[in-house]
Nanobody, 123 residues
């Protein structure tokens, strides 16, 4: 019903920046969206989330002040601007949409998932 495609990942040096995009197709209804990441040998981790209209945002402590989530509903796209990247940010990043009004921090609360995009931060 809803398809999500992430893009914008790549290789960047520590201290650099990347902007990830999550483009939605199918149902055009605006869902709350979260970003998650999974590093090698680690569990999937919540990164950030944004409400349907973009009025509220949420971040895990480790990215506060460095990452910014935003959305452009006219383009059906959610973004994750990542600045001051660190090697520990290296992971596959996934966007996910939830039918819930308030986005949660746990993966099982989300209904639709993208395929992921690799972010590698070198030291």
């Amino acid at each position: 019903q809803v398809q999500l495609v992430e893009s914008g990942g790549g290789l960047v040096q520590a201290g650099g920046s990347l902007r990830l995009s999550c483009a939605a197709s199918g149902r055009t209804f605006s869902y709350a969206v979260g970003w998650f990441r999974q590093a090698p040998g680690k569990d999937r981790e919540f990164v950030a989330a944004i409400t349907r209209s973009g009025g509220s945002t949420y971040y895990t402590d480790s990215v506060k002040g460095r990452f910014t989530i935003s959305r452009d509903n006219a383009k059906n796209t959610v973004y994750l601007q990542m600045n001051s990247l660190k090697p520990e940010d290296t992971a596959v990043y996934y966007c996910a949409a939830t039918v819930r009004v308030v986005p949660g921090t746990r993966g099982h609360e989300y209904d639709y998932w993208g395929q992921g995009t690799q972010v590698t931060v070198s030291s």
